[in-house]
């Protein structure tokens, strides 16, 4: 069995339901046969529930199969639970928040019952206000609505300030019962895309609010929003672009359709943030032959193995699953520019607006410097892209976006930008050899820091996407000139190297004024531990990390085929739907 496709699903239920511990306790103690037994009944159990979920999808087809079976929608299974999915070739969180948005209105506006929308508190699901006393009509013409299409249902308590988990089939009448009593209703429809990989439900839903007259002439909200939780009951309605009512749409540029709401909701709020903001790229690919032939025509060598290990130049598509996480999570960023020594991936379509590939050439001030291999070098360098916005962020190619985020997440509205410490620390004491290439950029960063504002940096940074302004790196070029140029002349990782764009620039704003420390959920993984399938499988089944980077700096290229047959099915599990610069050829042939 050994290869097989039965062995591979026997082994990945085992690793999938056992801890990586547990499984070593195990191996230490029970001979192999005894474990190869352990193996498949641990398997057979795993595929009961999946068994369970084929049943229950199959029941509830025969029972509804107006609402299960169609066209534009196919059966999938959410927490265990039959849903029939409206299907989408290009399925995004916007898209499926709007979509639930437009069947909530247009059973509204059908019934001819006055509704506004409200900027509430959730920025993936949408908001709808109605009065109270229209209760009963807009109750009856969303139950008319989910007897005709597979709509759910959530009721929400009056004040509730959480967002919803979980729904229940709107065609069953019971739950109807119980949101005549709720202070607003949560509608769901689930979508998903052509092979039902991806399913998007109940946190892209619409809220349908009941406000009370409780004062004669004025309505009030049964929860909080971000604006105001009474409105006069005889308001004049206007239209709006929606992109005022979820933070995840683009600022000022390709407003979404409108909708009908109040005055008090259009005003522009001090922490909305009306920037662009765009996003830079280090890529490089080490397997490329003139990549390598100049690398061995450099003179010179990095100081500390680590820093020269091939896993820093291997390429297992990471960049191309990133930036299918920008297009699902980040539908705000304005351009992404990719930053090589004159390399473009095999896959990537450079002619789609809003991408531009920069070359090392275009962005070094000394140009003599290169070819360079340096990372630091290059970070150094960052600033010069021309065209970039003041405020963008700096990824690496091996950093995800693991769910929605908007533009506060990462900076202020009035320009201040966020860093992330890490609890690991800056090690004390002088640079040496011994150190790691990170330590060794810390420390010469603590040595500028204390020289300047006379405090000591002990922290590192998180590795998640850099939040940095050009301004203030200019200035870093400007303050610490010497430094500056011998980071961006080392070719190869130093001793005197600085980390400008994952560190100094952080230190540096927060003691002019000009950051702040921010909080993500986020998990680093690193590739070369040997509990990396059960972290990627929580990581898979939880999505709740704002941002995850994915680390190896051991590996050498006999571990590339491994990590392939781990990392290649975990990426496209997540990030099922191809980005727009993808290559129209390779999204055809998937």
């Excluded at 003691?511 to 921010?518: D, E, I, Q």
Aim: charged share 25%.
């Amino acid at each position: 069995m050994s290869g097989s496709p039965e062995a591979s699903r026997v082994v990945s239920a085992y690793r999938r339901v056992l801890p990586a511990y547990t499984r070593y306790r195990i191996a230490q103690h029970i001979t192999p046969e005894v474990r190869s037994q352990v193996k498949k009944r641990i398997a057979e159990v795993a595929a009961v529930p999946q068994q369970v979920d084929r049943i229950r999808v199959q029941r509830a087809v025969r029972r509804r199969p107006d609402l299960y079976s169609g066209p534009d929608r196919i059966p999938v299974t959410v927490d265990h639970q039959p849903r029939a999915a409206f299907v989408h070739e290009d399925l995004t969180p916007l898209l499926a928040r709007r979509e639930n948005l437009d069947a909530v209105l247009d059973a509204l506006e059908g019934a001819g019952i006055d509704h506004f929308c409200v900027r509430g508190a959730f920025d993936r699901s949408s908001t709808v206000a109605v009065a109270d006393r229209d209760r009963p009509r807009v109750l009856r013409a969303l139950a008319r609505l989910c007897e005709r299409t597979p709509g759910c249902v959530t009721p929400i308590p009056h004040g509730e300030s959480r967002e919803p988990r979980f729904c229940e089939p709107g065609h069953q009448p019971g739950v109807w019962k119980r949101a005549a009593a709720a202070g607003a209703v949560r509608l769901t429809w689930f979508h998903t895309d052509p092979e039902g990989r991806l399913v998007l439900g109940v946190p892209y839903g619409c809220d349908v609010e009941f406000w009370t007259e409780e004062t004669p002439g004025v309505l009030t909200a049964p929860r909080r929003n971000r604006v105001t939780e009474v409105v006069p009951a005889s308001g004049a309605p206007v239209e709006a672009s929606d992109s005022l009512f979820t933070r995840l749409a683009p600022a000022g540029r390709d407003p979404l359709p409108p909708v009908r709401t109040r005055a008090e909701f259009t005003a522009a709020r001090p922490d909305d943030v009306d920037f662009p903001v765009d996003v830079v790229y280090t890529w490089v690919d080490g397997s490329d032959p003139e990549w390598l032939r100049r690398r061995a025509q450099a003179a010179g060598q990095a100081y500390h193995a680590e820093a020269a290990n091939a896993a820093r130049y291997l390429s297992r598509d990471e960049l191309k699953y990133s930036l299918r996480s920008l297009r699902m999570h980040a539908p705000w960023v304005r351009n992404i520019y990719l930053v090589t020594d004159d390399q473009v991936p095999a896959w990537l379509d450079t002619s789609v607006p809003g991408l531009k590939v920069v070359s090392h050439k275009e962005i070094f001030s000394d140009p003599s410097v290169l070819p360079t291999f340096n990372s630091h070098a290059i970070e150094s360098q960052l600033h010069h892209i021309d065209g970039l916005a003041e405020h963008f962020l700096y990824f690496n190619d091996d950093m995800f976006l693991g769910r929605e985020v908007v533009p506060q997440d990462f900076f202020h509205a009035n320009g201040l930008t966020k860093f992330f410490p890490s609890p690991a620390n800056v090690p004390q004491g002088e640079p040496s050899e011994l150190d790691v290439p990170v330590s060794v950029a810390g420390k010469n960063n603590r040595e500028l820091i204390e020289e300047r504002f006379g405090t000591t940096l002990t922290q590192k940074m998180k590795h998640v996407p850099y939040p940095l302004r050009r301004s203030v790196l200019h200035e870093i070029e400007e303050e610490f000139a010497e430094r500056h140029r011998t980071t961006m002349g080392n070719r190869f990782r130093s001793l005197d190297d600085l980390s400008i764009a994952s560190s100094l620039h952080h230190y540096y704003a927060f003691h002019t004024g000009r950051a702040v420390p921010g909080n993500l959920r986020y998990s680093y993984v690193d590739l070369a531990l040997p509990d990396t399938p059960d972290r990627l499988a929580r990581l898979l089944a939880r999505r709740n990390r704002h941002a995850f980077c994915l680390n190896d700096t051991v590996s050498t290229e006999r571990d590339v085929e491994a990590q392939l047959a781990l990392l290649g099915p975990f990426l496209e599990a997540y990030f099922p739907l191809p980005s727009r610069f993808e290559k129209s050829d390779r999204r055809e042939t998937r």
